[in-house]
C-alpha cells in the first residue's frame, strides 16, 4: 500500500499533482521524435522501471507517479513500496541507466519531511 498524500496537502513548489500521464509525456514524446532517440514508455512507472539497473533503489519496487515539476518536465514524485522511502524525487533521464545514481533519485519517510524540503528549498 503507498503512502497517498494526507486530505488537503497542499503541494510545495514546483510540484503540481498528475492528473494526465499522457499530458505528463507529451514532451518527452516530442523531444525523442525530434532527436530521434528512443520514445519514452506509454506509463510514468514504466518509463521508471526501463530507466533503473539492478542496483538502483526503485529497482523492482511497486511504485505510482503522483506528481510532477512545473519547471522541469524530467522530475516526478513517485509513492513506492520502498519502506526507507516511501515517497521519491526523481529526475528521469529518458534513457536506459547502468549505475544506481541515475536516475537521480531522493527518498522522503514521510509527507511532512517531503514538504519540508522541498519549501526549504523554493524559499
Not at 15 to 28: C, K, S, T
Not at 51 to 75: I, Y
Request: overall charge negative; aromatic content about 14%.
Amino acid at each position: 500500500m503507498f503512502l497517498m498524500p494526507p486530505s488537503g496537502f497542499e503541494w510545495p513548489f514546483p510540484w503540481v499533482p498528475i492528473r494526465d500521464e499522457n499530458e505528463a509525456l507529451q514532451l518527452p514524446r516530442m523531444l525523442s521524435e525530434e532527436f530521434g532517440d528512443d520514445p519514452p514508455e506509454p506509463f510514468l512507472v514504466d518509463e521508471l522501471r526501463r530507466e533503473v539497473c539492478p542496483e538502483h533503489p526503485l529497482h523492482g519496487r511497486s511504485c505510482l507517479a503522483v506528481a510532477q515539476a512545473k519547471d522541469d518536465p524530467n522530475e516526478f514524485v513517485f509513492l513506492t513500496d520502498n519502506p526507507a522511502f516511501p515517497i521519491a524525487f526523481v529526475h528521469l533521464t529518458w534513457a536506459v541507466e547502468k549505475s544506481p545514481t541515475f536516475p537521480y533519485t531522493l527518498g522522503y519517510p514521510s509527507w511532512d519531511e517531503f514538504k519540508r524540503a522541498w519549501t526549504s528549498n523554493s524559499g
